[in-house]
């Protein structure tokens, strides 16, 4: 058993014809033995499905990326 901490929770849609609406979950799981972040999503009836596990580096590259598509369409002043 481990604890998961969720540090980000942003509305989203699904992917899809339908597009459903759903919570985006970022956050790390809490292990001596490994430090992993968690990525997942929060369907509107409660189900929490796992999207990814990665490394500290792999979601820094991750974040670095979103953030320079963010910025493509709404640039920082």
């Known amino acids: 058993m481990y604890d998961e901490t969720h540090l980000c929770e942003v509305a989203a849609k699904r992917k899809g014809r339908e597009q459903k609406p759903c ?9 001596i033995s490994a430090r992993q972040v968690v990525l997942r999503t929060e369907d509107v009836g409660g189900v929490s499905p796992l999207v990814a ?5 792999t979601a820094r ?3 670095e990326a979103l953030i320079q ?3 493509r369409f709404c640039p920082q002043p």
């Open 23 to 31: 919570t985006l979950k970022a956050g790390f799981i809490n292990r």
């Open 53 to 57: 596990i990665m490394t500290p580096e």
């Open 61 to 63: 590259e991750l974040g």
């Open 69 to 71: 598509a963010a910025n």
